[in-house]
C-alpha cells in the first residue's frame, strides 16, 4: 500500500537564509554550497537545493542565477530539526540564520539565530510547529 497521500500531509518546506557582515558574498555563498550535501545527508530529506533567482524573495541579493546564502530544503519528517541541530557549528559560526518553515496547510514559522542557545531554541520551536501539523 502506497504511503504517498501521509508524506504530502506531513512534508515541511523549509528555508535557510544566513547573513554576514564580515564575509563577502562569494565567501558566504560558498559556505552555504559547503553545506548542502551535509544537509543532504540527513534522514528525511527529500531535497536541498540552492534557491534560484527566480524564486527568490525580494530584496534578496543574487549572485550566479542564485539567491546568495539561501537555500531550500524539502523533508518529510522532523528528523531534519534534529539533523539540523546536529550541524549547529556549520549553520552558525559567525553567522545569523534566518528560517521559515512553510507546512503543506500554508501556516508558517519563522525564526531568527545568532548564536548556539537561539539556534537550540529556534530548532525547538520549528519541531513543535511541526508535532503541531502532523497532530491535526
Known amino acids: ?27 558566504l555563498q560558498f559556505e552555504v554550497e559547503r553545506l548542502l550535501p551535509q544537509i543532504r545527508e540527513i534522514e528525511g530529506v527529500e531535497q536541498a537545493v540552492l534557491i534560484s533567482v527566480e524564486l527568490s524573495p525580494d530584496g ?4 550566479g542565477g542564485f539567491v546568495l546564502g539561501a537555500l531550500k530544503v524539502i ?5 531534519i530539526i534534529q539533523g539540523l541541530m546536529g550541524l ?5 559560526g559567525n553567522k545569523t540564520l534566518k528560517m521559515t518553515v512553510k507546512a503543506t496547510d500554508g501556516s508558517e514559522f519563522s525564526g531568527e539565530a545568532k548564536n548556539r542557545d537561539d539556534l537550540e531554541y ?15
Open 1 to 27: 500500500m502506497d504511503n504517498f497521500p501521509e508524506r504530502i500531509n506531513n512534508h515541511m518546506d523549509i528555508t535557510l537564509t544566513f547573513q554576514a557582515l564580515e564575509l563577502d558574498n562569494e565567501y
Open 122 to 136: 529556534l530548532l525547538q520551536q520549528a519541531e513543535e510547529f511541526y508535532q503541531r501539523r502532523v497532530q491535526n
Open 88 to 92: 549547529n557549528n556549520a549553520l552558525l
Open 75 to 79: 523533508a518529510d519528517n522532523s528528523k
Open 60 to 63: 534578496s541579493k543574487a549572485g
